[in-house]
């Protein structure tokens, strides 16, 4: 397993120096006197899991949507698919295009239909013409295990199903990169695993993720890298394994504590 944060400084085969797909360099914010993340830095390759976890209140939603510019950086720098993030004049449409980001609350339009709520973005961001989106449309619905669901209304689905639709609408704009963030946390026991069995093809059919989770020994499975946060920043990183054998206190006793 290769570890993210390291092998970003590494040569790629023959020799060839591969950008990462997201870097966070030294990155810091603060909500008025409260600071949140207080430099923090790491890179994820192309095709690579990150999973973040930590204590809830560490930074990891806050680093997540900085990523995607939802929250505006006060120093450091973000690079994302070649998008200089920090930058005032980024092309936001842009950057939007090449990021997927999936929340705990789904908020899927509850009058539109399934294949509608996928449709509408490919259609009036990247203006596809209605076959060519509905193409799209079931393809991601293939993907995450709802191709029969094409025709029904969201309040007819149950909430991992809702879940994996938001995941698809996500993926109907063919982002390079996909960020989740505790996407499982509101679903009961038996709905989750529906969900992470979906996150888990993604990893393996090669797409870049960072997943911000409480599934500890999902984390350990799929992601290439671990970062435990601890109050805003990266506190310890490693592969996996990590989790089997923790280096500092505060992360010892996350996990044994959990939240
Ligand atoms: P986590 O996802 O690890 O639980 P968050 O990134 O959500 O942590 O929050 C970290 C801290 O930032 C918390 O103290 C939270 O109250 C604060 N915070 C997050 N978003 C905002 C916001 N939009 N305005 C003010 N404070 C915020
Ligand atoms: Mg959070």
Redesign the pocket.
Same mark, same amino acid.
């Given at each position: 397993v290769a570890h993210a944060a390291l092998s970003a400084q590494q040569p790629q085969q023959q020799g060839q120096q591969q950008q990462p797909v997201v870097e966070l360099k030294d990155v810091h914010k603060s909500? $008025?006197s409260?600071q949140?993340l207080k430099g923090v830095s790491f890179a994820i390759p192309k095709g690579q899991v990150v999973a973040i976890i $930590?204590?809830?209140?560490?930074?990891?939603?806050?680093?997540l949507r900085c990523i995607d510019r939802l929250?505006i950086i006060d120093s450091g720098t973000i690079n994302v698919c070649g998008h200089a993030v920090h930058d005032p004049a980024i092309d936001l449409r842009q950057l939007r295009q090449d990021v997927g980001i999936v929340f705990q609350s789904y908020n899927l339009f509850p009058h539109l239909t399934v294949e509608q709520n996928i449709t509408l973005a490919p259609k009036a961001v990247k203006n596809l013409p209605t076959a060519k989106a509905r193409e799209i449309a079931a393809r991601t619905l293939q993907q995450v295990g709802l191709a029969d669901k094409a025709q029904a209304y969201p309040e007819q689905l149950s909430g991992g199903q809702q879940q994996r639709v938001a995941i698809a609408r996500s993926l109907a704009m063919e982002p390079q990169v996909m960020l989740f963030d505790e996407v499982t946390s509101a679903l009961d026991p038996q709905l989750t695993g529906e969900v992470l069995r979906v996150i888990e093809a993604l990893a393996q059919g090669g797409m870049t993720m960072v997943l911000?989770t409480h599934e500890m020994e999902f984390a350990a499975r799929v992601a290439d890298t671990i970062i435990y946060?601890h109050e805003g920043k990266v506190w310890e990183t490693g592969p996996g394994a990590m989790l089997k054998n923790p280096q500092t206190a505060e992360l010892r006793d996350f996990l044994s504590h959990g939240l």
């Open positions: 909500f $008025g409260n949140v $930590g204590k809830s209140g560490s930074g990891k939603s806050t680093a929250e911000v946060m």
